[in-house]
């Protein structure tokens, strides 16, 4: 072998040796940073998020926790800028790669911004509480998904910016495109329209029990094309807001008051003084309760039926939550049946008589159905 054959195979090694050194140390960069970004989202991150509690307002804690997964994407795509320096196929500042960097950079934000309006968040109600709740809670879902198509449109048109690509081909593009589709989608248009009617005319928000032809239940959460509501057997129903829109609703959650009426049979042996201790006593009862509304009280003798003598008692209470309703409603039937005792008075229940005459042993039927 020559002494030329001999220098070029060294040369040939050394420059082997080197290329895999610079990969070895760009690997190892990208490594240590993934590396030390599951120390930081453990150890670090977690002691921000404690500091950030101490504040006097959950803002900062809403931040943190919104950028937590962008911000450990973020030490990887340094990581990768630094690695470049040393890695032996393609050079840091190449074009293509920067561009690819600050897109990266921009879908970090948006993702973070994106998670920062989500309503689950509380940044959105926060902000409605600091404006002494001149939001409808209805419109908050409205208003989040509003700010991310914008954020998510703002970074779209910012990354194809980036690529030289032109933007406003692509919006009159889609100006043409979104006409062409809404009127194949009408149904869509329509359940839009329907929620825009809801949210303007607020026949319901969210927490609101609702009962229409379609469905009875809680409402969970309103969107622009369906409101979801769950039922008391906890199904959870998505109807369209185009059919809502044109249904009869009764919100249940917006009762003034709750009413109870019932009638008390009394047996017909009551005497009339006894009724009438009944009924003042009734009455009284329910006046001097708290929890019932004083506005309409009626408790009076209302008719004679086939075996008993029928009080109608009708109230409402105050709270029209059906929990305490039913406890109210327990608490009053509990009492009428002592001032009942106290007074000595039988309810009546179904009953009939038979009256045979001692000479024909005739029997006549004299009471007869059930109440």
């Known amino acids: 072998m020559s002494l030329d054959s001999l220098v070029l195979a060294f040369s040939t090694a050394d420059i082997d040796y080197d290329m895999l050194k610079n990969l070895g140390i760009s690997i190892g960069i990208l490594v240590v940073f993934i590396l030390f970004r599951n120390l930081f989202t453990k150890y670090v991150f977690q002691l921000?998020?404690?500091l950030t509690r101490k504040t006097p307002t959950e803002f900062l804690t809403q931040i943190c926790l919104s950028f937590e997964r962008p911000l450990g994407w973020a030490f990887i795509i340094v990581g990768l800028y630094l690695a470049m320096d040393y890695f032996p196929f393609m050079e840091q500042q190449n074009a293509l790669f920067i561009k690819f960097l600050r897109s990266m950079i921009i879908v970090l934000i948006t993702w973070g911004l994106f998670n920062l309006s989500s309503p689950s968040t509380g940044i959105l109600i926060s902000v409605n509480e600091k404006m002494n709740n001149k939001i409808d809670l209805i419109l908050l879902p409205f208003i989040s998904r509003t700010i991310r198509v914008i954020i998510i449109a703002i970074s779209i048109s910012i990354i194809g910016q980036e690529f030289?690509?032109?933007?406003?081909?692509?919006?009159?593009?889609?100006?043409?495109?979104?006409?062409a589709f809404a009127l194949a989608a009408k149904e869509a248009v329509g359940n839009l329209i329907g929620g825009v009617v809801i949210v303007t005319e607020k026949p319901f928000s969210i927490g609101d029990w609702i009962k229409t032809p379609s469905v009875e239940g809680i409402v969970e959460d309103i969107n622009f094309r369906s409101t979801k509501v769950r039922t008391f057997s906890q199904a959870l129903v998505t109807v369209p807001n185009?059919?809502?829109?044109?249904?009869?609703?009764?919100?249940?959650?917006?009762?003034?008051?709750?009413?109870?009426?019932?009638h008390?049979?009394?047996?017909?042996?009551?005497?009339?003084?006894?009724l009438e201790r009944v009924v003042r006593r009734i009455e009284q009862l329910l006046r001097t309760h708290e929890e019932i509304h004083p506005d309409t009280i009626m408790v009076a003798f209302d008719h004679y039926n086939e075996s008993s003598l029928d009080v109608l008692i009708y109230f409402f209470t105050n709270s029209t939550v059906w929990a305490e309703h039913v406890k109210i409603k327990h608490e009053i039937n509990l009492e009428i049946m002592a001032i009942l005792e106290e007074e000595a008075v039988e309810i009546a229940f179904p009953s009939r008589t038979l009256y045979v005459t001692p000479q024909t042993n005739e029997v006549f039927q004299t009471m007869g159905s059930i109440d």
Not at 251 to 260: A, F, T, V
Not at 264 to 274: A, P, Q, R, V
């Open 242 to 262: 185009a059919t809502l829109a044109n249904e009869a609703i009764t919100n249940w959650s917006r009762m003034g008051k709750r009413k109870i009426d019932f």
């Open 164 to 179: 030289n690509y032109d933007v406003n081909g692509l919006v009159a593009g889609l100006g043409l495109g979104g006409l």
């Open 264 to 274: 008390l049979g009394l047996n017909y042996k009551t005497t009339k003084e006894e």
């Open 48 to 50: 921000i998020v404690k």
